[in-house]
């Protein structure tokens, strides 16, 4: 069965940095593309970002461009989502999803609250 | 970016009947490899999204047959041939052609 579990969220202040993790199982986590997809309170989905198979190439959308990265280590299945310099309009539940085009299997989320 | 739109954002429905959601995008969603990278998820509160349909027509593993997806170009469609209690919640079309890949802002499907 495909997992997938975030973990690493919690308040920060504005400014602050947080590091999200996501474990992956059930699959050959090398063989997939990953994202990163955010929901803010209330709101619809916004994709962040996604990596390519082996963490040479990632890309973020512009709102969060220069400040969050996306990174992953295939010996550990994992993948993290690196964001300095939050903002208020940061917070949201962050999922990450396999796949890259057809994102197939979600997490279950981790909440990040951006607030003083 | 590209844009898209789905219609309705609020769809009251009666059990047992039909539902329909529309969701165009701003530009064509036909990749160079021939594929049309078009997504339908749906979200029940409190709970992650799950993929229903993708790549237009192609339903998920698990996904009811009361589920279907069609269309081409810009213009999308899911549809419910007979909506049930489970199926109440916020239904997403997402583009995967186009970076950034993009969604359409939802739209909620209650029981009447």
């Known amino acids: 069965e495909v997992q997938l579990a975030e973990s690493g969220g919690g308040l920060v202040q504005p400014g602050g940095s947080l590091r999200l993790s996501c474990a992956a199982s059930?699959?050959?986590?090398?063989?997939?593309?990953m994202n990163w997809v955010r929901q803010a309170p209330g709101k619809g989905l916004e994709l962040v970002g996604h990596?390519?198979?082996?963490?040479?190439?990632?890309q973020c959308v512009d709102s969060v461009k220069g400040r969050f990265t996306i990174s992953r280590d295939n010996a550990k299945n994992s993948l993290y989502l690196q964001m300095n310099s939050l903002r208020a309009e940061d917070t949201a539940v962050y999922y990450c999803a396999r796949a890259t085009r057809t994102p197939d299997n979600w997490g279950q989320g981790a909440l990040v609250t951006v607030s003083s | 970016d590209v844009v898209m739109t789905q219609s309705p954002l609020s769809l009251p429905v009666t059990l047992g009947q039909p539902a329909s959601i529309s969701c165009r995008s701003s530009?064509?969603?036909?990749?160079?490899?021939?594929?049309?990278?078009l997504n339908w998820f749906h979200q029940r509160p409190g709970q992650s999204p799950r993929r229903l349909i993708y790549?237009?027509?192609n339903r998920d593993s698990g996904v009811p047959d009361r589920f279907s997806g069609s269309g081409s170009g810009t213009d999308f469609t899911l549809k419910i041939s007979r909506v049930e209690a489970e199926d109440v919640g916020v239904y997403y079309c997402?583009?995967?052609?186009?970076?950034?890949?993009?969604f359409g802002q939802g739209t909620k499907v209650e029981i009447k």
């Open positions: 997402m583009q995967g052609t186009h970076w950034p890949w993009t």
């Open positions: 059930g699959f050959i986590f090398s063989n997939y593309w």
């Open positions: 790549k237009v027509s």
């Open positions: 530009q064509s969603l036909v990749y160079s490899d021939g594929n049309t990278y």
């Open positions: 990596i390519n198979l082996d963490g040479s190439g990632q």
